[in-house]
T-cell receptor, first 117, second 113 residues
Framework: AQTVTQSQPEMSVQEAETVTLSCTYDTSENNYYLFWYKQPPSRQMILVIRQEAYKQQNATENRFSVNFQKAAKSFSLKISDSQLGDTAMYFCAFMKHEGGGADGLTFGKGTHLIIQP | EPEVTQTPSHQVTQMGQEVILRCVPISNHLYFYWYRQILGQKVEFLVSFYNNEISEKSEIFDDQFSVERPDGSNFTLKIRSTKLEDSAMYFC???????????FGPGTRLTVL
C-alpha cells in the first residue's frame, strides 16, 4: 500500500512571497503519477499540477511548480508570487499506474496555506 | 477541465435511512470514482467504476455502499443504512486526459443525525 505524508499542517506567508509545501510518499511501484490538489473554503477539489513519475523534468503551471525527486520519494510544490486567492488546503496525492486507469488516489493529510495581505 | 456536477449539494438524513448521491458528468466518460472526506480529515478513496462495474474498492466500501450507473449518464452512490460516522463530504470524480487525471465534482455534504 502507498502512503503520502505532508509534514506541515499549516503555513503562513505574506502576499507576493514564494512558499514551498512538502510531500513525501512511500511506494514500491515504479510507474505512478503525483498530483497537487487545492481545496478552498468552498471545499471544491481543484487540480493544481500533475507529474508523471517517468518524466525527469519537473512540471510547471504558471506560478506553480514542483520539485520531484524520485529517488528520495519527494514531491514538493512551490508557489511563486503568492496571492490571497491561494489561501486553501493543499493535498498531495499519489496514483499508481498499472494500466486501465481505475486506480484510486491516495491523499496526504493536507497543508493549510494562509496568504497574509 | 471536464465538468462534473453532483446532487444534492447538501443532504440531511436520519440514522438508518438510505441515501443516494448523484454524479452527472457533462460529457461522456468511462471511469468514475467516489471519495469521502470527513470534516477536518484527508480525502479517502471509496471505489472506482469502469465499464459498468466496480474496478477497485477500499476497505471503507463495505456492504452498506453500492454504486451504479442506472441510465448510462448518472453515476450514483447508495448508502443503505446510514450511520452517524457516514457524515462527510462525498466527492465524485471522473478520469480525463492523457495522464489519467481525476477531476472532482463540487461534492455532496452528507449529515446524518
Amino acid at each position: 500500500a502507498q502512503t503520502v505524508t505532508q509534514s506541515q499542517p499549516e503555513m503562513s506567508v505574506q502576499e507576493a512571497e514564494t512558499v514551498t509545501l512538502s510531500c513525501t510518499y512511500d511506494t514500491s511501484e515504479n510507474n505512478y503519477y503525483l498530483f497537487w490538489y487545492k481545496q478552498p473554503p468552498s471545499r471544491q477539489m481543484i487540480l493544481v499540477i500533475r507529474q508523471e513519475a517517468y518524466k525527469q523534468q519537473n512540471a510547471t503551471e504558471n506560478r506553480f511548480s514542483v520539485n520531484f525527486q524520485k529517488a528520495a520519494k519527494s514531491f514538493s510544490l512551490k508557489i511563486s508570487d503568492s496571492q490571497l486567492g491561494d489561501t486553501a488546503m493543499y493535498f498531495c496525492a499519489f496514483m499508481k499506474h498499472e494500466g486501465g486507469g481505475a486506480d484510486g488516489l491516495t491523499f496526504g493529510k493536507g497543508t493549510h496555506l494562509i496568504i497574509q495581505p | 477541465e471536464p465538468e462534473v456536477t453532483q446532487t444534492p449539494s447538501h443532504q440531511v438524513t436520519q440514522m438508518g435511512q438510505e441515501v443516494i448521491l448523484r454524479c452527472v458528468p457533462i460529457s461522456n466518460h468511462l471511469y468514475f470514482y467516489w471519495y469521502r472526506q470527513i470534516l477536518g480529515q484527508k480525502v479517502e478513496f471509496l471505489v472506482s467504476f469502469y465499464n459498468n462495474e466496480i474496478s477497485e474498492k477500499s476497505e471503507i466500501f463495505d456492504d452498506q455502499f453500492s454504486v451504479e450507473r442506472p441510465d448510462g449518464s448518472n453515476f450514483t452512490l447508495k448508502i443503505r443504512s446510514t450511520k452517524l460516522e457516514d457524515s462527510a463530504m462525498y466527492f465524485c470524480a471522473i478520469r480525463a486526459g492523457v495522464v489519467d487525471t481525476q477531476y472532482f465534482g463540487p461534492g455532496t455534504r452528507l449529515t446524518v443525525l
